[in-house]
């Protein structure tokens, strides 16, 4: 499948919705938790079992966006909407079928494995067709993408939970939610798939710069540079931060104020959870489009400076005033979505466009990292303490000091961050993707 060329006079602002399409439908994962009391009640599982095909999901994402991140490179973003499509809906149809025979080892392979395949592959799928497109604001257009991803959920999880409510919560009403769930999500990423396009040229805005100027540097060679690993671990420790935060929220918050007379009720926990989902989608975009006008490099002084001294505030006064433990928090996950949303840009920058995209699927194994680490560091110290007779703030002192420590090891690595040495530079390519003396454009 060669990708499909845009003609002339196509606008370029056509682009993000079709990654919208499909990074808002693969989001449906960050709504796993809706799923996991109606299977815990009708499959007999216990909390760990029911979180298997979401852990299943996210490493899968890491690895098939880093060994799939090449083939997206060559064979363009359209096969790679469609492969995420094929194996994203394939597993909400594979999970109906192991909910209707009360299967879950079948969930665990469709959500967690196929479905895994689906979002890896989805999630780089427009990261360098964008970054051709806007090569005069990178940051904006990976960010309205990615946006859509931690937006996902916040359409998912009340339309499953409506869903479960009137199909019903034993194994088949689960089933018809998995069901209609995987036959919307392929209609909806099919406009996507029908609506990309590549440009014509290398210089697709008269105005801009061309994404093919400059330094340019091959997948491969990539992960051989210092360069690489820096941003590696400037991505995980900036995502372990935020998801330290956002796995554990609503407990988080009971607890830090069960020993005041301002305890928290479960629905405002809820209400405080859909807050972080709000912060996290909002500086996708917020944070990612300010980088291309303060840099990336800075912007990522930002979020892991600025993120050390919000921890730092919560552990020292959290407990004392409300007002301050949400807006510290609500930072917090800002900076968490905005360093997503930002990373492919500064990829860009430090090794160009030419395979931005495989280079950005390596590099997301610090997530599957990150979303191990975060969780364990602050549910294993948190059920020490609380082994140890504490309570209240006291559960999670160690696990913020922790935190910060790892964000002050992130922004070190930001500070090593140098332009890539010339060793490593291939010529500016001609790629056929925008080569259009050597295509013939698609009627479209």
């Known amino acids: 499948m060669s990708p499909p060329v845009a003609p002339p006079g196509w606008s370029r602002w056509l682009v993000p919705p079709a990654a919208l399409s499909v990074h808002l439908s693969i989001g449906q994962a960050y709504a796993w938790s809706v799923f996991k009391p109606p299977l815990e009640s009708a499959l007999n599982l216990d909390g760990t ?52 025979t009360k299967q879950f080892w079948l969930i665990v392979v469709g959500y967690g494995v196929v479905g895994g395949i689906g979002l890896g592959i989805g999630y780089i799928s427009p990261v360098s067709t964008l970054i051709k497109w806007f090569p005069d604001r990178p940051g904006m257009a990976t960010g309205i993408a990615i946006m859509g991803f931690g937006g996902g959920a916040l359409i998912a999880s009340p339309w499953s939970a409506q ?87 609503a407990p988080m918050i009971t607890d830090f104020f069960a ?32 980088s291309d006008l303060i840099g990336r490099k800075n912007i990522y002084r930002v979020y892991l400076g600025v993120g050390a001294l919000m921890y730092a505030l919560i552990a020292l006064f959290g407990d004392s005033s409300k007002p301050l433990f949400i807006l510290c928090a609500l930072v917090i996950l800002s900076f968490y979505g905005g360093g997503f949303a930002t990373i492919p840009a500064y990829l860009k920058d430090l090794f160009g466009a030419y395979q931005v995209g495989a280079i950005h699927g390596r590099l997301l194994t610090a997530w599957s990292t990150a979303g191990v680490l975060g969780p364990l560091i602050v549910n294993w110290i948190a059920d020490h303490q609380k082994d140890a007779g504490k309570s209240g703030s006291s559960l999670y002192t160690l696990s913020f ?40 454009p698609e009627s479209a």
């Open 259 to 290: 020993n005041s007379s301002a305890a928290v009720s479960a629905s405002a926990a809820a209400g405080f959870v859909a807050l972080l989902s709000a912060a996290n989608m909002a500086g996708r975009i917020g944070w990612s489009s300010t």
């Open 401 to 440: 000091i922790i935190m910060i420590g790892l964000l002050v090891v992130g922004f070190v690595a930001n500070e090593l961050v140098k332009p890539v040495d010339a060793r490593h530079h291939v010529p500016a390519p001609k790629e056929e993707a925008v080569d259009v003396e050597r295509q013939q």
């Open 49 to 100: 079992e029911s979180a298997l095909p979401f852990q299943f999901a996210i490493v899968m994402l890491g690895l098939s966006a880093a060994f799939g991140g090449t083939l997206v490179e060559r064979n363009g973003p359209r096969w790679a909407m469609t492969v995420a499509l094929v194996c994203f809906s394939s597993g909400l149809l594979l999970s109906a079928l192991g909910a209707e």
């Open 163 to 249: 869903m479960l409510e009137s199909f019903g919560t034993d194994h088949s009403g689960i089933a018809q939610t998995f069901l209609v769930l995987g036959l919307s999500y392929a209609v909806f990423m099919t406009l996507g798939v029908l609506l990309v396009r590549v440009p014509r040229t290398e210089r697709p805005v008269e105005s801009a710069p061309s994404a093919f100027e400059g330094v340019q540097v091959s997948a491969n060679s990539a992960v051989r540079t210092p360069q690489f690993w820096c941003l590696w671990l400037v991505l995980c420790m900036n995502v372990t931060a935020g998801i330290g935060i956002l796995e554990k929220a």
